[in-house]
């Protein structure tokens, strides 16, 4: 099992960026895929993004394409999102996941999970 912190939610302006973090404990999490998902208010939680176990491939999804990106440092046992161009659609409690095997678009099929951070964007 891996226990999953993240850190760096907050209230910004559209526009503006944020660097979320993602610290892991517990197993090495060099055999885990990792991802970000988010969950706004009365909609369901849905992936950001996410990257395989060496780091070497990553998949965002449509919406935040070319304003996120999603890094890891296994010897840290850290994750991080890099969030730009922030828009109000983007508010939403975010959370880090992890997944032995291969990286998954669907919530359930993770092992792991943090307990989730704010985020939210103003117009």
């Known amino acids: 099992q891996v226990q999953l912190v993240e850190s760096g939610g907050g209230s910004v302006q559209a526009g503006g960026s944020l660097r979320l973090s993602c610290a892991a404990s517990?197993?090495?999490?060099?055999?885990?895929?990792m991802a970000w998902f988010r969950q706004a208010p009365g909609k369901e939680r849905e992936l950001v993004a996410a990257?395989?176990?060496?780091?070497?491939?990553?998949s965002y999804a449509n919406s935040v394409k070319g304003r996120i990106t999603i890094r890891r440092d296994n010897a840290k046992r850290t994750m991080s999102l890099q969030m730009t161009s922030l828009k109000p659609e983007d508010t939403a409690v975010y959370y880090c996941?992890?997944?032995?095997?291969?990286?998954?678009?669907?919530?359930?099929?993770?092992?792991?999970w943090g307990q989730g951070t704010q985020v939210t964007v103003s117009s």
């Open positions: 990257i395989t176990q060496s780091g070497g491939a990553t």
């Open positions: 517990g197993r090495t999490i060099t055999n885990y895929a």
């Open positions: 996941a992890a997944r032995l095997m291969g990286w998954n678009i669907l919530p359930t099929t993770y092992d792991d």
